[in-house]
């Protein structure tokens, strides 16, 4: 299968560029119709605060959207206007007071959607957890690009983090449409190894179902040696050179994540390279 839509959340000028340009290396492999999301913030009003707002104030915020919007159109069409791939500018408002319920709302109709990472000098107050959010209630993989990220190839070589859980079997057929056909996949899970690695049945039937596909694949296990999961994956796409990290997200309850330690979290504001998370 290919990539025949992708959406692409525009949320500032400093990241737009990055994400474009890693959203046109693959819809130009597989000639996807390309979406610009961007998202209007709305003046949120709550009942129970009794204050007048001047209308002044309403103006100067739509101003200053339609200012931000322009500027960021203005980076959509320098990268997409010379593609022979279709695109698409999109601006939508987020009625609801959070950013994410529009993403996901457009995000139902697309195979991919491409976000930027978490940015904690962002003042945009309805950007908080944005990527969280998404990827756990869009229901679609969400690739996430580093900041300050230049994309020059994407999914020729691939590392995925497994383990056997419902989110990492997803993240497997989601990476399907992303990676390239004549991929290199190493499957890595960060654990002790199997006394005898033919008896690795989960893993070894997944290689061969991924090999059917084209790509060419291994598996590795790792120990963790005391380290975080999140930089065990990291550490290996490193050192094989890996253009992207595939992974299954928020596998465990908040409680768990709050105690343990959460690997997608991590991974979410450490990594280096494109990560693909599916939930």
């Not at 949320?11 to 959203?23: E, G, H, I, Y």
């Amino acid at each position: 299968m290919s990539l025949r839509t992708i959406l692409v959340c525009l949320t500032n000028t400093a990241s737009a560029d990055d994400l474009l340009r890693a959203a046109t290396v693959l819809a130009r492999r597989d000639n996807a119709h390309v979406i610009g999301l961007y998202v209007a913030e709305s003046l949120m009003v709550y009942p129970s605060i009794a204050m007048h707002i001047p209308d002044v104030n309403f103006e100067r915020l739509v101003a200053s959207q339609k200012a931000h919007a322009n500027e960021v159109k203005t980076i959509f069409d320098a990268r997409t206007i010379h593609e022979e791939f279709p695109s698409e500018w999109r601006k939508v408002s987020s009625d609801t007071g959070f950013s994410s319920d529009s993403i996901v709302a457009s995000a139902r109709g697309a195979d991919l959607v491409v976000m930027a990472q978490e940015d904690d000098d962002d003042d945009r107050m309805l950007l908080n957890n944005l990527q969280e959010r998404v990827i756990k209630e869009c229901g679609r993989p969400v690739l996430m690009i580093p900041r300050d990220y230049t994309a020059e190839k994407l999914g020729e070589k691939v590392l995925l983090g497994w383990s056997e859980t419902r989110e990492a079997t997803r993240a497997v057929h989601d990476m399907l449409d992303v990676a390239s056909p004549a991929a290199e996949i190493r499957i890595l899970h960060v654990g002790a190894p199997p006394g005898n690695a033919l008896a690795d049945y989960a893993a070894n039937d997944l290689a061969a179902a991924l090999a059917r596909h084209g790509p060419n694949v291994e598996i590795v296990h790792r120990e963790p040696d005391g380290g975080k999961i999140p930089d065990v994956l990291l550490q290996d796409a490193f050192e094989v050179g890996a253009d992207m990290l595939v992974t299954g997200a928020f596998g465990h309850s908040r409680a768990y994540d709050f105690v343990i330690g959460a690997a997608t979290r991590g991974l979410l504001s450490e990594a280096k390279l494109p990560v693909l998370f599916s939930k």
